[in-house]
């Protein structure tokens, strides 16, 4: 069975710090691409990041870039997002999901995790 499971979000104030975790199963981890997206209350999914099969690639929005990174570890067949310097207007459910290499869109991708709920909140 391909899986994917997010885990660490939760309730963090301004400016604090949040790691994520991508556990995957079911698959050949070191083939695929892990990208993060997210989607908040009222707004469409978008792309946060992304990182290649072998982790020597990675792609940033503008919107993280400097506060954001992406890693993994293929002996663990677990992805990471760092999230640092957090604002209210990173408040969302964040997804990981798997694709051959990354892409800009959601729809490249084959499988999904079903998202951990991060609130950054005063």
């Known amino acids: 069975q391909l899986q994917l499971v997010e885990s660490g979000g939760g309730l963090v104030q301004p400016g604090g710090s949040l790691r994520l975790s991508c556990a995957a199963s079911g698959f050949t981890f070191n083939r695929y691409a892990i990208g993060w997206f997210r989607q908040a209350p009222g707004k469409e999914r978008e792309g946060v990041l992304c990182?290649?099969?072998?982790?020597?690639?990675?792609f940033y929005a503008d919107s993280v870039k400097g506060r954001f990174t992406i890693s993994r570890d293929n002996a663990k067949n677990t992805a990471y997002l760092q999230m640092d310097s957090l604002k209210p207007e990173d408040t969302a459910v964040y997804s990981c999901?798997?694709?051959?290499?990354?892409?800009?869109?959601?729809?490249?991708?084959?499988?999904w995790g079903q998202g951990t709920q991060v609130t950054v909140s005063s």
């Open positions: 999901a798997a694709a051959p290499f990354c892409v800009f869109t959601p729809r490249g991708y084959a499988y």
């Open positions: 990182i290649s099969s072998s982790g020597g690639s990675t």
